[in-house]
């Protein structure tokens, strides 16, 4: 393919991606053209090569997630993007962070296995939360009495945090604890998410996710993490 027509490639494939408001990989940006002028799998990944590096400098940059590629705002030209936008970054609580981050490292892991490991009960909230949100996912349930459903992330869980596969996670021997998972999470991955820390003089209730009533209970002990597994985006 001429220098011409590989341009002609990279001028289509910037405008789709604009125009799409979500990734699309390869063999989708391929279909866009006829079957008579569809390019090669190799041309379209040297045009998504040179239009990454046409975006050097830039305040936007090409990504590749795990559905594929998109344009977005660099991460650190973030604070600035956001002040467009009315809406606050949503926060989210140490409880949520935690369970998120057990089902990424111990997947499929049960909702009782995470009650075991964080030594307190997993408010129904939180797992609603994490599906509405389309992060984690029932992929089967376990051959034990009662059949409790196995949970698994999602392939919209990579894709938020920017993110091609789990083994781009923070490896888990780095992380003391289960905050410590949360706060990498937070700091690392997504900048926009703001770590909910409890206030001072308040707590979790021992053997539950919900608020204490009694201001002087402390918080439940976390143990260790420990596991064998392991944007704002242009539109």
């Not at 090669?40 to 040179?50: G, I, K, P, S």
């Not at 789990?166 to 604890?177: C, G, N, Q």
């Not at 009694?214 to 260790?224: I, R, T």
């Amino acid at each position: 393919m001429n220098e011409e027509n590989l341009k002609r490639v990279q001028n289509i494939v910037e405008a789709a991606l604009l125009a799409a408001g979500r990734p699309l990989n390869i063999d989708q940006l391929r279909d866009l053209f006829e079957e008579h002028e569809r390019p090669a799998r190799q041309v379209m990944e040297h045009a998504l090569m040179l239009l990454e590096e046409s975006c050097i400098d830039r305040g936007f940059e090409l990504k590749k997630v795990a559905s594929g590629y998109r344009f977005q705002v660099r991460q650190e030209f973030a604070p600035w993007v956001g002040r467009l936008f009315d809406e606050k970054p949503q926060r989210y609580s140490r409880a949520l962070l935690e369970t998120l981050a057990l089902i990424a490292y111990r997947q499929p892991i049960t909702r009782g296995e995470i009650e075991d490991i964080r030594g307190v009960t997993v408010s129904s909230n939180i797992i609603r939360t994490l599906q509405e949100r389309e992060w984690v996912r029932v992929v089967g349930h376990k051959d034990v009495p009662g059949r409790p459903a196995m949970y698994a992330t999602t392939r919209q869980f990579l894709d938020y945090f920017n993110l091609t596969s789990l083994d781009e996670l923070p490896p888990l021997a780095e992380i003391r604890d289960l905050e410590e998972i949360g706060r990498e999470i937070e700091q690392e991955i997504q900048a926009e998410i703001q770590f909910d820390t409890p206030e001072s003089g308040k707590g979790e209730q021992p053997g539950s996710d919900e608020p204490p009533t009694n201001p002087d209970e402390s918080p439940a002990q976390k143990p260790s993490g420990d596991s064998s597994q392991s944007n704002t985006t242009l539109h």
